[in-house]
DNA sequence: TTTGCGGTTTTTTTT
DNA sequence: AAACCGCAAA
C-alpha cells in the first residue's frame, strides 16, 4: 500500500472551528476506500476491524488515531494503542506523526502490550508488593531461576527440567492465572503434583528478587486493575479511546487486560485478521476475535476485503488455500490488480537442488537489475535456512537472514547488563550470579553455593555476602582474594556511577572487570562481532538520562540491528514474516510433515493443521508479483534422508491459477522421468475432487507394500496422489508396515542418491552403510535395494 | 574448577 | 548433523 496522502492541515486541540474545519473531508481521509472509511469514521463503542492481508490495516489504524486528535476528540495523550511488537508500534509512531504532525509525539500510551504494562507498574508498583525499581527477567533469567526452585523442592531435574516449569508457568501466565487459580488437574502434570507448589515458590522467589517475568508484567496489571477499582477508574478517564493491533494475537491475559481498560468507555477498536493467527502456539486465542461481537455487544465490525498489494492469481491462490480452513469468521479478498504471473510450483529432487533452483531463479533476476531486497525467502524451520544460505554464498548472491537472536538475548549483552545491574542495584543477585564466574576467575560452584548458603541464613544479597564472607576464612585464600578485588570493584564503580556519563562508566566497567579483555582474546570466530555490539551498547547508552531507564529499554525495547541498507535478498521464516511484503517470494519445502509441520499435527490435531494452513496463507499473501512454491521429494531431517510427498497445501491450491514447472535438471531423464509425468497428469486433471482423492488412498493401500525395488522408490520420489494419506514421512510409514529390515550385515545394496555400496549394520530399519563413493552413512532401509 | 566427552534432542518466537 | 546439557576425569 502506498500513502501519498499528504498531511492534514494541523487542528489545534480545544477549539469548535478546527472541528468544524474537518467536516468536509479532512486531508487525511483522502484515499480510503468506503470500507476503510468507515473503520476510520466509527470512532465511538467497540469496533472490530476485520483487515486480510494487505487491505491497508496500519492505515486505517493510523488514521483512525489522526482522526480522533483531528476532530479533539481526544489528545494524543489520552489515547492507548497496544501493538504487540516494539517495531509495530514504531511503525505506528512514524506514521501518526506522519499524518498529524509532531503533536503525536506525545502519544505516550502508544507501546506495546509489555511495555504499557511496565510503566503502569513502575508508577504503582508499591500497590502490588513491588519496588519501582523491579528488573524484568528475560527467559534465560527465568529458567536459571526455575532450576533453583525445582532443586530447592528436591525434584529430579533431569526428568523435570526447568525449561519444561517455564513452559507450563508460562502458559498459566498466558491465560491469567495466578498460582491459586490454577485447575488441580493440570497443576499436578508437573512433577507428579507438584507443578503449582513450583509455580508458587517461583512467583514467591521472584518477590524476594523485586523481580518480574513477561508475563507477570500483564499479570500484576490485572491484579492491580481488579484490587483498585478507584486506580482503575482513573484509567478509564484517561483511555478515552482504545486501539488494538493484530487483535487475533492476543492471549487470554491481554484479552482481560483490554477488557478491563475498555469497561468504563468501550471505545475500543480492534483491529486483526484470523486469517492470519499464527501464534496459536504461545497462548495466542483466535477465540477472542472470534467472540468479539459476544463480548461486546453492539459492535460495529468493518471487513476490508479490497487487497492493495499481490496481483489476481496470487491473491485467488491464497484465499482458495484459506478458504479449507473451517473456524474463521470468512473474508473474500478481491484486487482490482491484473492477474500478474501464475504461481508456480516446482519439484525438486533433493532439498539441495530445491536450493539450487531458487538460486537461479534469483542469479537471473539479479542479472535483470531486479532489486534483491525485494525478493524474500520464507521457510517453514530455521533449519532450512542454513541449506539456502550455503547455497547463496555459494554462487554469491548478497542475503540478509531477519529474526535470530534478539539484541538483548545475546549472551555479551546480557553479561554487560548483568555488570550495570549489579552496579545499579547491588540485591540484584541474578545478575550477581551471572557474571561472578565471567570471564572465569576461579569462583565456581563451590563459591557460589558458600554465598548462597550465608545468604539465605542472613537475608542478605549474595553481593553483601560476598563482602562478609570475604573477611572470614571460610574461602580459599585464593578464591577469597579473587572475591575481595571483585567486591571492592563493584564499590569503586558504584561511587564512581553519579559522577560519570553512564557510556563512560559502562565502559570501565566492561573494562577494570576483564570482559573486554575475555572477547579481545577469544579466537573464534563470532568474537569480533561481539565485541561489535558491546560497543553498540556502549554508544546507544548516551542516548537515555540515566541507567535505569536504559536498562528498561534494553530488556523491553530494543532490536537487534536491522543491518544496512545494501540490496539483499531477506531470508526468514513465515512467522517472521507476517507485516512484510516482497515483489518476489520464493516459498521452499512444501512438503508433508515439514508443511504442514508434523509436530503440529501430532500435538494439535486439526487446530494444529489450520494454523499451518493460516501460515501458508500468511506466506503466500507476502507476494506482490511473483509467487514461486517449491518441494522437495528428499530432505535431511535430523541427518537421516528422508523421502517426502508434496504437501496437501499443494493440492488445495486452484489449478487456474497455478502452473507446475518442470525443473530443467538430469533427473528429468532416465527412471525418473516417467513418474514425474504421472504427477503432472494428476495435478492438472483430478487431483482436486475428494473422490479422487478416496481413490488414491485405496489404491495406496493396496499399493505401498514393497520396500525396496528401483522404480518403487522412484515413484515415491515424484508420485504425489499416489501414496497420498496418512501424513506420516515416508520412511517411517515403510518401517511400520516392514518391521525389521530385510537386509543383513555385508549385504551389498545400492541407493538411489550415495551409490552402490555394503551394509555394515541394521538397527530396525535403519542401515549403516559403507557406501563405495559417500562412504559411512546411516539410511533408512527402504531407501536402498540389493544390489549384486 | 575446568574441560571434554557422550548421550540426547531437534518448530514456529515476542515480550 | 549439530547443538546442548550433564557428568566425570584431570
Redesign the pocket.
Known sequence: MSDHTTSAPLPRPGGLASRAAAQPAAGYLQGLNPEQRQAVEATDGPVLVLAGAGTGKTRVLTTRIAHLIATNRAYPSQILAVT????AAREMKERVANLVGPVAEGMPWLG?F??ISAKLLRRHAELVDLRSDFTIL??DDQIRLMKQVIQAEGID??RW?GRMLAGFIDSWKNRGLAPKDVPPGESGVFASGKGGKLYAAYQERLKTLNAVD?GDLLLHCLTLFREHPELLASYHERFRYILVDEYQDTNVAQYLWLRLLAQGRRNIACVGDDDQSIYG??GAEVDNILRFEHDFPGATVVRLERNYRSTGHILATAAKLIARNEGRLGKTLRTEDEAGEKVTITGAWDSQEEARLISDEIEAMQSKGENLSEVAILVR???QMREMEERLIHVGVPYRVI?GP?FYERAEIRDAMAYLRCVVSPTDDLAFERIV?VP????????IQLLHNHARATGFSLMQSARAVVETEELKPK?RTTLRELVEAFARWQSKAEAMQQGELAELVLEESGYTEMWQKDRSADAAGRLENLKELVRSLDEFPDLPSFLEHVS?VMDADSGDGGARVSI??L??AKGLEFDTVFLPGWEEGLFP?Q??LD?NGRAGLEEERRLAHVGLTRARKRLKLYFASNRRI??LWQSSLPSRFIDELPEDHVEVVQAPTAYSQGGYGASRFERMESFGSSYQTPGWQRAQENKAKFGSGGSSGFSDAGQRGFGSGRQRGPMLIEGELTAKSTGTSAYDPGARVFHIKFGPGSVASVDGNKLTVDFDKAGRKMVLDSFVQKAG
Open positions: 504487540f511488537t516494539n517495531k506495546t509489555h511495555s528475560d527467559t531435574e533431569k527440567p513477561f502456539w504461545r524451520i530455521s533449519a529474526g534478539r564466574n572465569k576467575r576461579g569462583l565456581g560452584d563451590a563459591t578464591a523491553l526468514m521464516t512467522h517472521a509441520n509436530r503440529a500435538e535430523h541427518g
